[in-house]
């Protein structure tokens, strides 16, 4: 099975999160997190770090990354592991992969015309919501 990632990057403040326009399907024009494919034989941390600095140029030591939770898709032979973490202080972040933009928090996630997943951001904020004073320490 083919492994994917999904990192919730806040700000510093913990007040914004990261995320991108994707410029190609799946999801095409929609807003979702950063995240991509987990190599063969990765570890599932190791994989949300080096995508974070292909993605962002956020490296290891401007953030610490907690593990929230997994999606399984048996029938599309392939799982996400979601990823959570606050930058330590600030960073200029850029990539070319996709549109980056910081978010407010007080957006509708799960509006399925502006955010990729069919619901799936939506149900991710609310477990972050739910765990925000341990994943952000």
Not at 58 to 75: A, E, G, W
Not at 95 to 119: C, I, P, Q, R
């Amino acid at each position: 099975m083919q492994g994917y990632n999904l990192i919730v990057v806040f700000d510093e403040r913990a007040d914004k999160m990261l995320m991108c326009k994707r410029r190609r399907d799946p999801y095409k024009g929609l807003s979702n997190f950063v995240g991509g494919k987990i190599e063969e034989n990765e570890i599932g941390i190791d994989a949300a770090y080096r995508e974070l600095e292909e993605e962002t140029a956020i490296v290891r030591d401007d953030i610490i990354l907690s593990h929230l939770m997994n999606f399984s898709y048996p029938l599309d032979s392939c799982y996400v592991e979601v990823y959570v973490g606050k930058l330590k202080g600030p960073v200029e972040v850029c990539g070319d992969e996709n549109e980056l933009y910081w978010s407010a928090l007080d957006k509708d996630f799960f509006d399925v015309t502006e955010y990729a997943g069919e619901g799936n951001i939506g149900h991710i904020m609310m477990h972050v919501e739910m765990h925000l004073d341990e994943l952000l320490k």
